[in-house]
């Protein structure tokens, strides 16, 4: 990311230079960057330690979080034609608002 022919301002943190509506989004001759310009993680044999260990914890977090709490529409009247699943999964336009109670043992 420190690579000056492909990103404009490489020593500053900018998050518009992910958005495809600002300017900062092409290198600074006005071109569309290199799809290798970013690679956080990299990848292969020497990807980094942690996003594997993050991705490991989201699993363990998921499965905690299911079996500790109960989720409920907040207007179930909205998607009783409709699985949870179909809603997830495909496009939509409007919040998913969900109502999460802690188990009782």
């Known amino acids: 990311m ?3 022919k492909e990103w404009q301002r ?7 230079r992910f958005d495809p509506k600002s300017p900062l989004y ?3 001759g006005g071109k569309k960057r290199n799809a290798f310009s970013w ?4 990848g292969g044999k020497r990807v980094c ?12 977090l998921t499965t905690y979080i299911t ?7 907040e207007e179930p009247e909205l998607y ?13 336009n409007r919040p998913l608002n ?3 109670k802690k188990r009782q043992d």
């Open 49 to 60: 330690f942690g996003k594997t260990f993050a991705e490991a914890n989201l699993k363990f």
């Open 80 to 92: 009783k034609d409709a699985y949870p699943e179909s809603y997830v999964f495909y496009p939509h």
């Open 26 to 28: 092409l290198t600074p």
């Open 98 to 100: 969900l109502k999460i």
């Open 67 to 73: 079996q500790t709490y109960d989720f409920e529409f």
């Open 39 to 42: 690679l956080p993680f990299s």
């Open 10 to 16: 490489p020593d500053e943190f900018l998050i518009d």
């Open 2 to 4: 420190h690579n000056s």
